[in-house]
């Protein structure tokens, strides 16, 4: 939730960049800095994309934050960080920070260019979406020539086997110098995520230990 919080974290800044950590950078970011989107936006972001069994319009797309402009000063100009934090206060529904920033923004979000942002899951569609926010080409050399690859779900390159891109993270895994680091570590990181996976613990259970 840290995010809806920028406001007051940065007081010094009109602008940032706000980015999660389960990502791999494979481009400069600062390009985005550069980005020309309308003054009256609180943030921008690229839009979720879905596979081709559904068509996905840029009007009730969801904006993904793991990756956003946001603009500090028309955030506290509107008082949309105080927006925040009453919606997270009181919130009924369960929403997390992404929810949050969609439902209060909606059509104060810019759009950024897909490559910023590429989920490792949408390589799993094979290029295959319906979509009239990003064209065609844009889609495949995103996906081709990411700026960043955004680890979301909860299968992680660090707690999985054979996770999407997950080659990607482990070369910049071994240029940290922490590979025995993360062997020493990996089996409580796996059990966490096991845990956290009742349906496939049912499934093993059944299969191997049911008579």
Same mark, same amino acid.
């Given at each position: 939730? !840290? ?6 974290? +940065?007081?010094?800044?009109?602008? &940032? ?8 950078? @494979? ?22 994309? @879905?596979?081709?069994?559904?068509? #996905? ?15 500090? /000063? ?25 929810? &949050? &920033? ?9 759009? @950024? ?14 290029? !295959? +979406?319906?979509?009239?926010?990003? !064209?065609? /080409? $844009?889609?495949?050399? !995103? ?11 909860? %299968? ?15 070369? $910049?895994?071994? %240029? #940290? ?26 499934? &093993?259970?059944? /299969?191997?230990?049911?008579?």
């Amino acid at each position: 939730m !840290s995010r809806l919080f920028a406001d007051l974290f +940065f007081p010094q800044y009109d602008r &940032i960049i706000y980015s999660d950590v389960d990502v791999v950078f @494979l481009g400069d970011v600062s390009q985005a800095w550069t980005m020309q989107t309308e003054k009256s936006c609180h943030v921008a972001g690229i839009k979720h994309l @879905l596979g081709s069994h559904v068509m #996905t319009q840029e009007q009730t797309a969801i904006t993904n934050s793991g990756f956003l402009i946001m603009n500090l /000063k028309q955030i506290r100009e509107d008082q949309m960080g105080k927006q925040w934090r009453e919606v997270m206060k009181t919130n009924q529904q369960g929403w997390y920070d992404q929810d &949050i &920033i969609n439902f209060c923004c909606q059509s104060s979000i810019g759009l @950024l260019p897909l490559r910023f942002n590429v989920c490792q899951i949408d390589y799993n569609f094979k290029g !295959s +979406f319906r979509t009239d926010i990003y !064209s065609s /080409k $844009e889609i495949e050399e !995103s996906m081709k020539y990411p700026v960043m690859i955004h680890y979301i779900t909860g %299968d992680k390159p660090w707690n999985t086997f054979f996770s999407q891109k997950q080659k990607l993270w482990l070369k $910049e895994l071994k %240029d #940290t110098g922490l590979v025995w680091k993360f062997i020493f570590r990996f089996p409580n990181y796996f059990l966490k995520w096991l845990l956290n996976k009742p349906r496939f613990l049912k499934k &093993i259970r059944r /299969k191997y230990f049911s008579r």
